[in-house]
């Protein structure tokens, strides 16, 4: 049996824009899935984020747009919707990112796309979810930050957003998770399903593990262990490390390791809870050790130690870290007209061969080839070109 990768033979329409869904649908393209990516006129705004390589091809679209074709259809136009309903017979996913009502304003609904094609798993992904009073406002990334709490992360004195898409990103990755759920599904039962995501859901999902703490159970005060004390850098004579002791067998290996073994007995510092209450005590007598010494020696010394600790990198150091490099995460590739990139690789890795790499498309550059293999004749192409309802 020829060794596949897991979504092969598996076709998603992806009627999606900017980061989310474009990420959810690049991680299934990764994974085998045939991707047609539907843009509207003027291509996907995330090829204008970024680094720009060539028109059209940005830093943030040469890692979402690789292994999918690409065509663009003016959605509001009758015509076009046909050419969507005809791709949705054959696929197995479709997914789209507007505001709640856009859709259905299209024919392009989840009713609509059942009777087609009952099989299709739906993935319908919105700012703040199909219902409420924000629920048709527009949404982006720093405005989830600021209304699920992250801005005010970390006790700091005023809110303080995170320069890059986290939302956007974590709701790419729950999104590609529950659609391959749902595949699984319609394997077994024969039926389709519409999937409902936000930005809104997924991110307080993301965040209920460790940061929601304080309202766990809003009937009664509760004692918290607050790790937020560990999250800091340490100086080292050169550079920043950090380092992380949780457990009571790495305590007493740091307490050795840097003479402080009066530390092990005392009360106060004698298991997790206790350490994590008097951190700061611990930093003040470990702060100086650690700036005497190199980050070489330092990381050298807590590794011999099996003390979790690494280095903190800046971005630009990425590609030169030796064990970033052991994992093959980067790689240098060729677009044909963009030029040379370093290229991310996707995070999980299977057993089969890989899939073969293409290069993120130029908006509409297949639209032609689909629509032929939709059967539709040169003379009709023209006509759809000429009446602007593809480009």
């Known amino acids: 049996m020829k060794n596949q990768a897991p979504l092969e033979g598996i076709t998603v329409i992806d009627c999606t824009t900017m980061v989310a869904g474009p990420l959810a649908t690049q991680i299934l393209a990764d994974q085998g899935a045939k991707v047609i990516k539907i843009e509207p006129i003027g291509g996907d705004l995330a090829r204008m984020i970024g680094p720009i390589f060539e028109p059209g091809i940005s830093g943030t679209y040469i890692h979402l747009g690789r292994n999918k074709r690409s065509m663009v259809l003016d959605l509001s136009h009758a015509k076009a919707q046909a050419i969507v309903h005809k791709l949705v017979r054959t696929a197995d996913v479709f997914i789209c990112n507007s505001r709640p009502g856009v859709m259905a304003s299209h024919q392009l609904d989840f009713d609509t796309l059942k009777a087609i094609n009952h099989k299709l798993v739906y993935a319908s992904i919105t700012g703040f979810g199909e219902n409420g009073p924000m629920s048709d406002q527009r949404a982006y990334d720093p405005i989830i930050q600021a209304q699920t709490g992250i801005a005010r992360m970390g006790k700091l004195p005023k809110p303080e957003l995170q320069p890059q898409l986290i939302c956007d990103k974590l709701t790419g990755v729950y999104t590609a998770q529950a659609v391959s759920a749902a595949l699984v599904k319609t394997a077994r039962q024969g039926l389709g399903d519409k999937i409902d995501i936000s930005l809104l859901s997924a991110t307080l999902a993301f965040l209920a593990?460790?940061?929601?703490?304080?309202?766990?159970?809003?009937?009664?005060?509760?004692?918290?262990?607050?790790?937020?004390?560990?999250?800091?850098?340490?100086?080292?004579?050169?550079?920043?490390i950090v380092l992380i002791v949780m457990s009571d067998k790495e305590f007493v290996s740091l307490c050795e390791m840097f003479s402080l073994g009066n530390l092990i007995e005392e009360s106060h510092f004698s298991n997790v809870i206790e350490r994590l209450k008097n951190w700061l005590q611990i930093r003040e007598l470990l702060a100086p050790k650690i700036a005497n010494l190199s980050s070489e020696v330092a990381l050298s010394k807590l590794w011999q130690a099996n003390i979790p600790a690494g280095p903190v990198n800046d971005i630009e150091d990425l590609h030169n870290d030796a064990q970033i490099l052991a994992t093959q995460a980067f790689k240098t590739v060729k677009h044909p007209s963009a030029g040379d990139y370093l290229e991310v690789a996707s995070a999980a890795r299977f057993s089969h061969r890989q899939k073969t790499h293409k290069a993120p498309a130029h908006a509409g550059q297949h639209s032609q080839e689909i629509l032929k293999d939709l059967e539709y004749s040169d003379e009709d192409i023209n006509q759809l070109f000429l009446e602007k309802i593809i480009y």
């Open 209 to 240: 593990t460790d940061v929601y703490w304080p309202i766990a159970s809003p009937s009664r005060e509760l004692d918290i262990t607050d790790t937020s004390v560990i999250y800091q850098t340490w100086q080292t004579q050169d550079k920043f």
